[in-house]
């Protein structure tokens, strides 16, 4: 464990979960990179999954707006405006 990023964590993860630490490890990666994601990596990342669900950008939109809004480290509000211009340049 020696190296990773928050090894408290997942020691707490191991210890608190049926995870191993490799598991646990695997988690923590996981949840700092989804954090890690810029606004617009994100915006683009979830368009493309809501389309693929049959999504209209509408709904996408506004969809997205309210995820972003409830992040951990919300980014100023997007309107649907900026929003599609991140997707569609």
Do not use: C, K
């Amino acid at each position: 464990m020696s190296g990773e990023p928050h090894p408290d964590l997942v020691t707490h993860l191991v210890l608190s979960s049926s995870l191993s630490e490799g598991e646990a490890s695997r988690v923590v990666d996981e949840v700092l990179a989804y954090f890690a994601e810029r606004t617009e990596e994100f915006v683009r990342r979830r368009h493309a999954e809501l389309r693929t669900r049959g999504l209209h950008n509408d709904r996408i939109f506004d969809r997205i707006g309210a995820e972003l809004a409830a992040r951990r480290v919300a980014p100023p509000a997007l309107s649907a405006r900026q929003l599609r211009r991140l997707v569609y340049g």
